[in-house]
T-cell receptor
């Protein structure tokens, strides 16, 4: 079945440094890759997404890259700030087909002062 | 424009009981999906409905069922509750027939005692 692997499970970085979270997916029909930030007790919030016709997308301090051939996609957060501390989930889905979102297991990001 | 609304926000039930969770999608969204998020894990896909028809089902027992109404709202029903059903239940809506991503509701936190 479809699967999304996410690494690392926990990540601690010094404030101001960069953080990178990596994911791989198994379903070659996946065409939409959202990233969610979830704070304790709250719903997942979309922070950035990328579709399969694009290799890279950037929004201020956040960027996502996609390698369709290798089925890899990554989240890059630069100049990390304390408010970036949260759990981040990558996901893959077949947008416009069945909308079933397969989530990774999450990365708990700690920003150290 | 209202986002995805879920009710109730919190619920406590006893083992063996039945529960109904409700979701109203964003206006214009015809697809509703349900996810279960157990503490410390990523959301797991339960069901997806589009135009009142089930389009996808995750690996959940038959105790879980859902339906979608003509106004595109949806209900998730769980029978014979087990302690392990305690989780945050999330609803997500989308267009399905065109790009637009997914929007999650705030979720219903179900505690089974």
């Amino acid at each position: 079945g479809e699967n999304v692997e996410q690494h690392p499970s926990t990540l601690s970085v010094q404030e101001g440094d960069s953080a990178v979270i990596k994911c791989t997916y198994s379903d070659s029909a996946s065409n939409y890759f959202p990233w969610y930030k979830q704070e304790l007790g709250k719903r997942p919030q979309l922070i950035i997404d990328i579709r399969s016709n694009v290799g890279e997308k950037k929004d201020q301090r956040i960027a996502v890259t996609l390698n369709k051939t290798a089925k890899h996609f990554s989240l890059h957060i630069t100049e990390t700030q304390p408010e970036d501390s949260a759990v981040y989930f990558c996901a893959a889905s077949r947008e416009n087909r069945d909308d079933k979102i397969i989530f990774g297991k999450g990365t708990r990001l700690h920003i150290l002062p | 424009d209202a986002g995805v609304t879920q009710s109730p926000t919190h619920l406590i039930k006893t083992r063996g009981q039945h529960v109904t969770l409700r979701c109203s999608p964003i206006s214009g969204h015809k697809s509703v999906s349900w996810y279960q998020q157990v503490l410390g894990q990523g959301p797991q896909f339960i069901f997806q409905y589009y135009e009142k028809e089930e389009r996808g089902r995750g690996n959940f027992p038959d105790r879980f069922s859902a339906r979608q109404f003509p106004n595109y709202s949806s209900e998730l029903n769980v029978n014979a509750l087990l302690l392990g059903d305690s989780a945050l239940y999330l609803c997500a809506s989308s267009y399905l027939d065109r790009a637009g991503g997914y929007t999650f509701g705030s979720g219903t936190r179900l505690t089974v005692v």
